[in-house]
Structure formats: structure tokens, C-alpha cells
């Protein structure tokens, strides 16, 4: 019977080719003189050999595992890329991991490798992320998210918890809303654990689609293949601006109160901002220098530590208040529309219903100007920016 030599010890041997794959396992011939009717270990403590038939079942018993472990290898590869991302540094991440510097340089290699494009760029000691791995960090954290999520699923129902509670949402309503829906619900009504994720509306639709999420809460697009729209609502977008400015004083702001003067807005000038604009342009009003930024929580942290005047969605404006900041109507309506979206003929279960009921509460009883529309108008709201219809798309 032909024998085969592993430099490894057998048990190291196979937790290695667990954990890694075919890739390592590399038999060769025994030295001259050593018996292959069984295993028999040599004077190197680290070495055995097998007869061809043993490392046959081994071979079909790793490979029988080869599925499943490559989840696992890609979820080490994205922890491994995250933790570079994070760090700026090979060797900062691999003390974060517990691993070593060349295991952790390896990794990212063949990650580069499978992917056919360079996530890094090595300048000196440190790294930063090209462009396309800057690209690859979203789409990484997503995926890593999902893959732990599936793990934290799989532990809930061995320890009969139940299911957990998948919500997805964009930041104005997950700033404004959620988290005051969340602590009026009675904790009986919540599962042991539930997940929030703030992404953009496109990412929402994804997410709420591919089953990752149960629910989601999301401002225009909303419809979208594959979702049913469960709730639509609209209020218009307000004012902010600092208490001692005189426009604080009025109780309507009007638009001609921004004129040459300097503004905080949103950054996408293709949504929120669009609208805002088409408002002023109509008019005939130019503002002064403007700060952008990405989100209407940011633009109110600006407008208090500034003093310039901005306006905003009425979720994070009334949802979170900021000492310091007045928030006043405008004298023209520029309305914002947001609503509720869940898998095509996919029932909510009980406690994903209640969440829904109480973010309608939370926003009727704190949102001025608040309305319930038909849900069937979804696909009416969003057309051309071009025309005189006030989309409302929001952020």
C-alpha cells in the first residue's frame, strides 16, 4: 500500500485544512524505510505519515466540509480588509484580530487577488484605501453584516429567543423617528435582539428585498420591484435657525429671508436639495455662500455652532431638537415625503406591526403639518425635476 508524508501533525494538519481549504494540502512521497500500513510517526515530532487509503477518507471528509468553510474564509477575508480600512496600518490591524502581521498581509493580497483590483495603497508604514477599495468598504460591511447577522439568527432559534428584528431605515427617519417609536413600545413587545441600519433609500429597498431585512422606513424612491408600500406620509420642510437670529423672532419664515445670505444644505443636489432650490429659484431668490453637508442632523450641529440658517425635513427637525436652534414653518410648502416598505406579499409579523403603528404615532403627535396619504400614490411622487410637480424627495 503507497504511503503519503504530511509535514504537519495529523490533528494540526486537518485544523488547518479546515480552515484554509484544499490549498495546503501538499502529500508527498515517505522517506526511504518508513512502514505505510499504518500511521507511524517519525523522530520529528511534527511529522507522520498515512497510508493512501486514510488519507483518502480525510481527503473526502475536509472536502465535505468545503461549503461551509467558505463562508467562513470570506467572512475572515472582510473582517481582515475592514480592520485595514479602520486602522490605516497592516500591523495595527493585526493586533486588533490577534493575528500576524505577514497572515494579515497575505489575506489581503489574495482578497486582491480574487477581487482583480488593488483595495490598498502602501505609503511608507501606512496604508490608505485606492479608489475602488473605498468602493469595496460599503459593499464589505454590508456583506459582513449579513454573515453575522446569519450567525446571531442561527443562536437565536437554538436558544429559542425567536427570530431577531431587521430594521433598515435612512438617518432622518432613524434619527427622528425610530429611536422614540422604539422606547414607547412595551419591552414585551420587542424581541431579545433587534438590529437598526441607517442606509441610503436605495440601499433600504435592497436590504427590505433580499429578506436581510424585515421592515424598512424610507424616503422617496419607494416604489420599487419587489416592495409593497405599506404606509406613505408627507409634512413640509421647515426652517432652522439660531435664537438669536432675527428670523427666530417671526413665526413664518419666509423664503426671501435667505436672500445673500449664508446657508447650510445638503450635499445631493439631485434630492433634498433640488427641491429647496426649484423653491427659491421660482422666486427669484439667490442665497449667500453656502456649507453642504450629507445629512440634516449635520446641518443643524452647523447651524448652532455657526449661526447660518438652513432648511431642513421636518423628521429631523422636530424629531431631534437641538438646544439653541429654533425651527420655524416656511411661507411656501416644499414638501417631504417618507413611508414604510416590506417584501411583495410577505406578511409583518405582530412586532414589526407594532414598531409601524408606533412610528405613525410618534410622527402625527410631533410632526406639524403631518399627513397619512394612500399608499397607492408612491409611484406617483417622483417624476420629472424638470417640471413643476413638488416631488418631495428626500433624503
Not at 523522530?43 to 466540509?65: G, V
Not at 497572515?103 to 485606492?130: K, W
Not at 428584528?165 to 414607547?184: C, D, F, K
Not at 441600519?197 to 429578506?211: C, H
Request: aromatic share 6%; hydrophobic share 45%; net charge positive.
Amino acid at each position: 500500500m503507497q504511503a503519503l508524508w504530511f509535514e504537519n501533525s495529523c490533528r494540526r494538519h486537518l485544523k488547518v485544512f479546515h480552515q484554509v481549504g484544499a490549498r495546503v494540502c501538499r502529500p508527498r512521497p515517505p522517506p526511504p524505510g518508513i512502514p505505510a500500513l499504518k500511521p507511524a510517526k517519525c523522530k520529528s515530532r511534527n511529522e507522520h505519515w498515512f497510508p493512501l487509503d486514510i488519507y483518502q477518507k480525510r481527503m473526502r471528509r475536509c472536502q465535505s466540509y468545503g461549503l461551509r468553510m467558505k463562508e467562513s474564509m470570506e467572512t475572515r477575508d472582510l473582517q481582515t480588509f475592514l480592520a485595514v480600512a479602520a486602522s490605516g496600518s497592516i500591523t495595527k490591524a493585526a493586533d486588533m484580530l490577534g493575528r500576524s502581521q505577514p497572515a494579515v498581509t497575505r489575506t489581503i493580497q489574495d482578497l486582491e487577488a480574487e477581487l482583480g483590483f488593488e483595495l490598498l495603497h502602501r505609503i511608507g508604514r501606512r496604508v490608505q484605501l485606492s479608489e475602488e477599495g473605498v468602493a469595496f468598504e460599503e459593499e464589505a460591511r454590508r456583506l459582513l453584516m449579513s454573515f453575522t447577522e446569519l450567525a446571531a439568527r442561527a443562536k437565536m432559534i437554538a436558544a429559542g429567543r425567536g427570530r431577531i428584528l431587521q430594521i433598515v431605515t435612512t438617518s432622518a427617519i432613524g434619527t427622528g423617528l425610530i429611536p422614540t417609536a422604539l422606547a414607547e413600545l412595551q419591552g414585551a413587545e420587542l424581541p431579545h435582539e433587534t438590529h437598526l441600519g441607517q442606509f441610503l433609500p436605495s440601499i433600504v429597498a435592497q436590504e427590505v428585498r433580499s429578506g436581510r431585512a424585515e421592515i424598512g422606513f424610507s424616503s422617496l424612491p419607494l416604489d420599487t420591484p419587489g416592495l409593497d408600500v405599506l404606509r406613505l406620509y408627507s409634512a413640509p420642510d421647515v426652517a432652522a435657525v439660531r435664537e438669536d437670529d432675527p428670523l427666530a423672532e417671526l413665526d413664518v419664515v419666509p423664503l426671501s429671508g435667505f436672500a445673500g445670505r449664508r446657508v447650510a444644505t445638503l450635499l445631493n443636489p439631485l434630492r433634498f436639495q433640488l427641491h429647496v432650490a426649484k423653491a427659491l429659484a421660482s422666486r427669484g431668490i439667490d442665497t449667500g455662500p453656502v456649507i453642504r453637508t450629507n445629512t440634516a442632523y449635520g446641518a443643524l450641529q452647523i447651524v448652532r455652532q455657526t449661526g447660518v440658517a438652513a432648511v431642513i425635513d421636518p423628521l429631523t427637525a422636530y424629531g431631534v431638537p437641538l438646544p439653541g436652534v429654533v425651527i420655524r414653518p416656511l411661507d411656501v410648502t416644499v414638501l417631504f415625503y417618507w413611508g414604510v416598505v416590506a417584501a411583495a406579499n410577505r406578511p409583518l409579523r405582530p412586532v414589526a406591526q407594532a414598531l409601524m403603528d408606533s412610528v405613525e404615532a410618534v410622527a402625527e403627535r410631533s410632526i406639524a403639518g403631518f399627513r397619512k396619504l394612500d399608499p397607492a400614490l408612491a409611484g406617483q411622487l417622483v417624476t420629472d425635476p424638470a417640471s413643476g410637480t413638488n416631488n418631495g424627495t428626500g433624503i
